[in-house]
T-cell receptor, first 110, second 113 residues
Framework: QKEVEQNSGPLSVPEGAIASLNCTYS??????FFWYRQYSGKSPELIMF????GDKEDGRFTAQLNKASQYVSLLIRDSQPSDSATYLC??????????FGAGTRLAVHP | DGGITQSPKYLFRKEGQNVTLSCEQN?????MYWYRQDPGQGLRLIYY???????QKGDIAEGYSVSREKKESFPLTVTSAQKNPTAFYLC????????????FGPGTRLTVL
């Protein structure tokens, strides 16, 4: 059974700080990794995807992938109260399927 | 506007009733998916379809049925055999051409009375 693990949180950070969200996965053969943001009562929206080891930056967001350690993370710089949401990590599971973690709830306080 | 639509936004069902949730996309995506989300939990795959007239069971297909008669449409029926159907239901699609990225509709919240 392929698994994706995330700390459920809540992760509480002050406004302006860096939020670090972590995810581990069990399938060593996974090639594609995704971060989705989900506001309460809403559907998930894609923030970033990453395929290669290392860092990928998009604005205030940086995704980091370490396939040897089976670890993917999302950094949010200059965190804002509007970043308060649940962040879902997803890993490609073959046949165009994604396996989702349970999500980490982030709370950014002024 | 291109996107994925789901209807209704809220649905109430009496025990013993079948209900059908609608999912439509105009993105010309080949693959479509149905997920269930319970409070504080991640997304669990119910059914998915990679091509018209073909679909496969996901991890929690029991008590659900689907059809894929058109590329744009992938309706989900929650049958009376589903014992605990109260949940948030999400439909997603994926172009399949070189990417695993999935895009989600706004969701349907189903409550059993």
């Amino acid at each position: 059974q392929k698994e994706v693990e995330q700390n459920s949180g809540p992760l509480s950070v002050p406004e302006g700080a860096i939020a670090s969200l972590n995810c581990t996965y069990s399938d060593r053969g996974s090639q594609s990794f995704f971060w989705y943001r989900q506001y309460s009562g809403k559907s998930p929206e894609l923030i970033m995807f990453i395929y290669s080891n290392g860092d990928k930056e998009d604005g205030r967001f940086t995704a980091q992938l370490n396939k040897a350690s089976q670890y993917v993370s999302l950094l949010i710089r200059d965190s804002q109260p509007s970043d308060s949401a649940t962040y879902l990590c997803a890993v490609a599971g073959g046949y165009n399927k994604l396996i989702f973690g349970a999500g980490t709830r982030l709370a950014v306080h002024p | 506007d291109g996107g994925i639509t789901q209807s209704p936004k809220y649905l109430f069902r009496k025990e013993g009733q079948n209900v059908t949730l609608s999912c439509e996309q105009n993105l010309n995506h080949d693959a479509m998916y149905w997920y269930r989300q319970d409070p504080g939990q991640g997304l669990r795959l119910i059914y998915y379809s990679q091509i018209v007239n073909d679909f496969q069971k996901g991890d929690i297909a029991e008590g659900y049925s689907v059809s894929r008669e058109k590329k744009e449409s992938f309706p989900l029926t929650v049958t009376s055999a589903q014992k605990n159907p109260t949940a948030f239901y999400l439909c997603a699609s994926n172009p399949t051409s070189g990417t695993d990225t999935q895009y989600f509709g706004p969701g349907t919240r189903l409550t059993v009375l």
